[in-house]
């Protein structure tokens, strides 16, 4: 690899092997999109946030700040939060020296800039307060209509990169909370 090259860390909050369909998938994607000279790398987490509850989302984000820490010692230029709960967000960004982009707050403020007003979908119900916080952490109460919740398992989001059936509930599912904007 040049110097010239921009590396990125990208911390995905799935396992390794039991998503690598999925971080298969979403690696050949960011490969497509970024631009000559940079290089993405994207990290799961062992064990992954396969529960949805407050206590995994601390978990999780207690090694997403470490790896925060690893990352800037291994040289790399940013690192990415890929989880919308942006679990561990804040306090990597107080860690380190290199820029650090939560999947939650660079959606929520981007998609601030296509429309005055978003709503958001979350895929259970448990996280509507979570992302409550989020929003009103993010200065965004004035733009965001509301959260609905889907009710999917975090395995199944995995799973329907590969099982039809499952991709086609998790479409319907979303389709259905989306309405209710």
């Known amino acids: 690899m040049s110097e ?4 990125i860390w990208y911390q995905s909050y799935t396992h390794p092997t039991e998503a690598k369909a999925y971080l298969d998938d ?8 970024v631009d000559p000279g940079t290089k993405v790398d994207v990290v799961g987490l062992d064990p992954p946030a396969n529960q949805v509850h407050a206590i995994t989302e601390l978990r999780c984000g207690v090694q997403v700040i470490k790896n925060a820490i690893q990352a800037e010692k291994d040289g790399y ?7 919308f709960q942006d679990a561990g967000l804040m306090e990597a960004k107080a860690c380190v020296d290199i ?3 939560g999947l939650g707050e ?15 979908v979350t895929i259970d119900p448990v996280f509507i307060r979570w992302h409550q916080q989020q929003i009103a952490e993010y200065g965004l109460e004035e ?4 959260v609905q919740a889907m009710r999917t398992h975090p395995n199944d989001l995995v799973r329907a990169f590969t099982e039809e059936d ?16």
């Open 143 to 146: 733009r965001v209509l509301g």
């Open 26 to 33: 979403l690696s050949a994607h960011i490969d497509g999109i």
């Open 77 to 83: 230029d940013a690192f990415v939060i890929g989880h």
């Open 106 to 120: 660079t959606t929520m403020l981007y998609a601030c800039t296509l429309g005055t007003k978003l709503g958001l």
């Open 99 to 101: 820029p650090v982009m």
């Open 4 to 7: 010239d090259t921009t590396r």
């Open 166 to 181: 499952v991709y086609q509930d998790v479409k319907r599912q979303f389709v259905e909370q989306s309405a209710g904007f």
